[in-house]
């Protein structure tokens, strides 16, 4: 089992930058593939971006494709995402997750339902 905190969130204008941090307990958080999700006020939690177990495969949702990048630092137990050119519609409170099964990850990691743990989210505003 994993427990996942998310930091880093916080109000920004339009145009700004931020990096969200998931900070992960445990020592196995290599075998998990990792995820960023969001979800804005009346709206359904969507996909943001995801990244293998080594992090060498990356996965954006096309509004965020060249302005955020995932990462990951297996040494220090973390997951980043970094966030420019932030825009309005990016206000959300943003959730980490982590997938333990390789399959389920590869065949769905657009959806909640491939990810087995997720954080209590972080919110970021975007200011226009």
């Known amino acids: 089992q994993v427990q996942l905190v998310e930091s880093g969130g916080g109000l920004v204008q339009a145009g700004g930058s931020l990096r969200l941090s998931c900070a992960a307990s445990?020592?196995?958080?290599?075998?998990?593939?990792m995820g960023w999700f969001r979800q804005a006020p009346g709206k359904e939690r969507e996909f943001v971006a995801a990244?293998?177990?080594?992090?060498?495969?990356?996965y954006y949702e096309d509004s965020v494709k060249g302005r955020f990048t995932i990462s990951r630092d297996n040494a220090k137990n973390t997951l980043y995402v970094q966030m420019n050119s932030l825009k309005p519609e990016d206000t959300a409170v943003y959730y980490c997750?982590?997938?333990?099964?390789?399959?389920?990850?590869?065949?769905?990691?657009?959806?909640?339902?491939?990810?087995?743990?997720w954080g209590q989210g972080t919110q970021v505003t975007v200011s226009s």
């Open positions: 997750a982590a997938g333990r099964d390789r399959w389920r990850f590869n065949a769905r990691y657009y959806y909640a339902d491939a990810y087995d743990y």
């Open positions: 445990g020592r196995t958080f290599s075998t998990y593939a």
């Open positions: 990244l293998t177990w080594s992090g060498g495969i990356t």
